[in-house]
């Protein structure tokens, strides 16, 4: 009610200034116009400024590696969405939706991905150069891990282009995990053969029993989920799906009588 009355008494006053209201009326009217604009500017400063500082906050929160772990991967969510020459809304929303749906972001996290992103589209470093940090600064894990989300983004509308292949093919190489190439552009379900043994880092030309055993129980210890704490909660779940896949990796060789039944 009170509301639908101070819309009556604004719609009152506007139609006195309409028809010649008094000196009086029209001086109120615009006093109450200016002190309506003054609340909503401010209202929109206050609400601009509680967002940064919830950003700021969150940022603080985190870790070093988690925080700069991110801003990389944005990097290169922008540059493999840039492939093709252009990096149109849709592109962006992609990434900013998997980053909702898939690592739960939401409000100032949401907030702090838009920074990056805005950020990652005036960034001159090269990609080379990108990796290079990435490839120095953290382990097997977090590299797989990266690159199991570049995969994904690439793949949220259903299919992945050429270009986008090529992209993830080349951080592979740049990343260190050549090896491990083969795994990208194929989504997820049951592995066959080769995928199975990209997922291992291996190929057929290397892929004895012994190296086979070797490279899952490497692999399985180095990609534990709780190895991957320190990038926050939001890897958790990717770094638990590429165990599943190194497992499920491993049970696809033996499927095959690529190892011994009785090994482990």
């Known amino acids: 009610m009170g509301y639908r009355g101070n819309l009556g008494c604004l719609w009152a006053l506007l139609l006195l200034a309409l028809i010649g209201g008094s000196p009086l009326l029209v001086g109120l009217l615009r006093v109450f116009l200016a002190l309506a604009l003054i609340t909503t500017v401010a209202g929109a400063v206050g609400s601009w400024w509680l967002k940064r500082r919830a950003v700021e906050f969150y940022t603080r929160s985190q870790g070093e590696a988690h925080n700069r772990f991110v801003e990389l991967l944005v990097v290169l969510l922008v540059r493999m969405a840039e492939v093709d020459g252009t990096l149109d809304r849709s592109e962006v929303a992609a990434v900013r939706h998997f980053f909702e749906r898939n690592l739960g972001y939401r409000d100032e996290r949401l907030a702090w991905l838009r920074d990056l992103i805005k950020a990652s589209r005036h960034r001159t470093e090269s990609t080379e150069k990108i990796c290079a940090e990435i490839a120095s600064s953290y382990g097997l894990q977090e590299r797989l891990i990266a690159m199991r989300v570049l995969n994904d983004v690439a793949e949220a509308d259903g299919s992945m282009a050429p270009a986008e292949m090529e992209f993830l093919t080349t951080v592979a190489g740049l990343l260190g995990l050549g090896a491990f190439a083969g795994e990208f552009g194929h989504r997820s379900g049951p592995a066959k053969v080769d995928e199975a043994l990209a997922t291992l880092g291996l190929d057929r030309e290397r892929s ?39 497992n499920g990796a491993y049970e696809v060789l033996k499927e095959a009588g690529m190892v011994a039944r009785g090994l482990p």
Do not use: C, T, Y
């Open 208 to 246: 004895s029993a012994e190296s086979i055993k070797e490279a899952w129980r490497r692999l399985s210890m180095e990609n534990h989920p709780d190895r991957a704490a320190h990038l926050g909660p939001e890897f958790r779940d990717v770094a638990e799906r590429q165990m599943r896949r190194i």
